[in-house]
């Protein structure tokens, strides 16, 4: 499949995907004490650990229906797969409440709580767009939790994650990390892979697109698609649309064998 339809199809579907708003008590988070806050800087813990949010099941469950539809629409040859995990999503209020509290909780296999087998690919595939409203809900709720400037780290403060894409800032060159599921950001050392901390990633650039650099490892095989902010209108700057924008270069980084374990895009 040519790029360009490749690309065009991830804008139709995000395009409508994103017009789904959740309500604000979609999400409630139980603001933890001050020791525990700073105990989970101390021990790098991920806030979904901490204070994991607690989803509305019927408004998780109706999103859930309303993504499933979406991606029909875009994809009809997963029609069937997706009928099936319909049809095995608990329907009973306590059981729908326990799976989707088990939904949030990390390292959880959700494959345990169908009793009929369903294709993991297109369940994960779905779910990882379901959640994603939520996400980025539960890390605006918890933004005064955690120091953007101070984590450091190379993966999510909010929900662990590694990074999908980059920016180096304009004024002062300083590099950030951008979590394509919560949609926050978080700066991290300027140098270096933001996978395996090798000291020696370079990058590549492409003709006439001289604003990203996609950055590379050859320890890890990782790599991260970069925006330079100097380049580009930092007042428009969305990096959402950033990443589904260059997805072109997600294919030729994997085509020379390098991996962004963040991205299914590229791949469905």
């Known amino acids: 499949m040519a790029n360009n339809t490749i690309q065009q199809m991830l804008i139709d579907f995000n395009r409508e995907f994103l017009q789904i708003i959740l309500p604000e008590d979609a999400v409630e988070v139980v603001r933890p004490q001050a020791g525990l806050l700073k105990l989970s800087r101390e021990k790098d813990l991920h806030l979904i650990k901490l204070c994991p949010p607690r989803v509305n099941a019927d408004t998780f469950i109706k999103v859930f229906k309303e993504v499933a539809g979406i991606i029909i629409k875009h994809k009809p040859e997963m029609d069937n797969d997706i009928n099936k995990i319909l049809n095995a999503l608990p329907d009973e209020p306590v059981s729908s409440e326990l799976f989707v509290m ?4 990390p390292g959880t296999n959700l494959l345990e709580s169908f009793q009929e087998d369903i294709s993991p690919e297109t369940f994960s595939f779905i779910l990882s767009h379901v959640v994603r ?13 955690y120091d953007s400037e101070q984590w450091l780290k190379n993966t999510c403060p909010v929900c662990g994650g590694k990074p999908t894409l980059a920016l180096l800032e304009k004024e002062d060159g300083k590099r950030y990390l951008y979590c394509g599921m919560c949609g926050i950001t978080w700066r991290f050392q300027r140098l270096g892979c933001p996978y395996c901390f090798s000291n020696e990633s370079l990058f590549f650039t492409v003709d006439g697109m001289d604003k990203y650099r996609v950055y590379y490892c050859d320890s890890c095989h990782g790599y991260i698609k970069t925006v330079n902010e100097a380049l580009v209108d930092s007042r428009n700057l969305d990096l959402f649309w950033e990443d589904i924008n260059t997805v072109h270069l997600d294919l030729l980084a994997m085509q020379e064998g390098y991996i962004n374990e963040s991205s299914e895009k590229a791949e469905k």
């Open 102 to 105: 088990r939904v949030f909780t």
């Open 133 to 145: 409203p939520f996400m980025k809900l539960y890390a605006r709720k918890v933004s005064t939790f």
